[in-house]
């Protein structure tokens, strides 16, 4: 009978024989996890159990079900979750949140202005234009807009007229005061061109547009009808110099939270509208 006839040679004890079993087999190294805070582990040796509170220059702090912060060395293997070893690692660093400009969108690094387009954004007055500088430069530098001053009003078709507007060329016009009724929205009401769109905000001046809290007032004071605005806010705020207190007003604005939604949504329609490819 040959070796290969010798069924007992054959099945599961044919081949080489492993004397030594599993004492030269090298063990698996235990899981490597993020010593996040509040994360439940055990401190093997100790059997302290508790969760993570901070982890630092080699130590985690675990705070165990009394409320006590035990100092303890990062060590592999140290630590179980469960039933499993783990080895206690540093967490990782969480990634910059990516910049934003005071109007909220992603700031773009070393973005540099964009040649001019030939649309517009018309604004009424001074202050209306340095607001939106202020909340919406970089996107309107990025997207090579340019706001000019309208100059009040009255003489809108006039001006529409002047610019003239077509395709790759529009006209988006931001108007105090607009409102059913007031002089703002009939004059809006005789716009009607497609290269042209119209929107403003509710207020009787841009000042209200800025929410009372940035500025640090309670509320924008009441004026009598027939009284000019700005000279009445500033009477009742006890402002003996309107210019500074703009400035104050100006400089209060960090973001376009700082401001009312209305006229957020106004400047965005704008934006969208001149930018928008035709």
């Known amino acids: 009978m040959t070796p290969d006839d010798r069924p007992y040679l054959r099945g599961i004890l044919s081949g080489p024989l492993d004397l030594d079993g599993s004492a030269n087999r090298v063990p698996k190294p235990p899981r490597r996890v993020e010593a996040t805070p509040g994360l439940r582990v055990t401190v093997r040796a100790t059997r302290l159990s508790g969760v993570v509170v901070s982890c630092a220059k080699g130590m985690v702090v675990v705070r165990d ?157 009441d004026v009598p009808k027939g009284q000019p605005w700005k000279d009445g806010v500033c009477t009742a705020l006890g402002v003996d110099d309107p210019r500074r207190f703009w400035a104050q007003i100006l400089g209060s604005i960090s973001t376009y939270a700082d401001l009312e939604a209305p006229l957020v949504g106004a400047v965005e329609q704008l934006i969208d509208f001149v930018t928008e490819p035709t």
């Open 65 to 221: 079900d009394e409320g006590r912060d035990r100092p303890v060395r990062l060590v592999d293997g140290a630590f179980a979750i469960g039933s499993e070893r783990v080895s206690l690692v540093a967490p990782r660093a969480a990634p910059a949140a990516a910049a934003r400009t005071a109007s909220g969108s992603v700031a773009v690094p070393g973005a540099v202005a964009r040649v001019a387009r030939a649309s517009r954004i018309l604004v009424e007055g001074r202050h209306d234009a340095e607001l939106v500088e202020k909340v919406w430069g970089d996107d309107l530098r990025v997207e090579g807009v340019v706001v000019e001053l309208l100059d009040g009003a009255d003489h809108l078709d006039e001006v529409v007229r002047g610019f003239g507007p077509r395709p790759r060329r529009r006209l988006g016009i931001l108007l105090d005061h607009l409102v059913t009724d007031s002089k703002e929205s009939r004059l809006a009401a005789g716009i009607d061109h497609p290269d042209v769109l119209v929107t403003g905000h509710p207020y009787v001046d841009i000042w209200a547009a800025v929410k009372p809290k940035a500025v640090g007032i309670p509320a924008w004071p």
